[in-house]
Nanobody, 123 residues
Framework: QVQLVESGGALVQPGGSLRLSCAASGTIFRINFMGWYRQAPGKQREMVATINSDGGGSTNYADSVKGRFTISGDNAENTVYLQMNSLKPEDTAVYYC???????????????WGQGTQVTVSS
């Protein structure tokens, strides 16, 4: 089986920084895509940032976090990070890690989600 485990969520003051980590473990042949999503109370889950393993690690960001958040990956460790700077109260949410993973050398990709980590931005 495959597991995604997030860490790094915390309470931080506005303007502060946090670094989230998501480590994938289990039967993994290749991770093709990893991303961070978030869900605030009463709102739908939204994409925050994504990174593709193909194409040189291309990234994509939500407009609301561009210039403040940076996604990066460590292929050797099957880990993705989200560096969050200049945090705002509206960044408060549960942050989820998502990945498309191949378990063996075929073309089938499976979707996995982590359990989430709470980020609270408040003074």
């Amino acid at each position: 089986q495959v597991q995604l485990v997030e860490s790094g969520g915390a309470l931080v003051q506005p303007g502060g920084s946090l670094r989230l980590s998501c480590a994938a473990s289990g039967t993994i042949f290749r991770i093709n895509f990893m991303g961070w999503y978030r869900q605030a109370p009463g709102k739908q889950r939204e994409m925050v940032a994504t990174i593709n393993s193909d194409g040189g690690g291309s990234t994509n960001y939500a407009d609301s976090v561009k210039g403040r958040f940076t996604i990066s990956g460590d292929n050797a460790e099957n880990t993705v990070y989200l560096q969050m700077n200049s945090l705002k109260p509206e960044d408060t949410a549960v942050y989820y890690c998502h990945a498309f993973i191949q378990k063996i050398a075929d073309d089938i990709q499976y979707s996995y989600w982590g359990q989430g980590t709470q980020v609270t931005v408040s003074s």
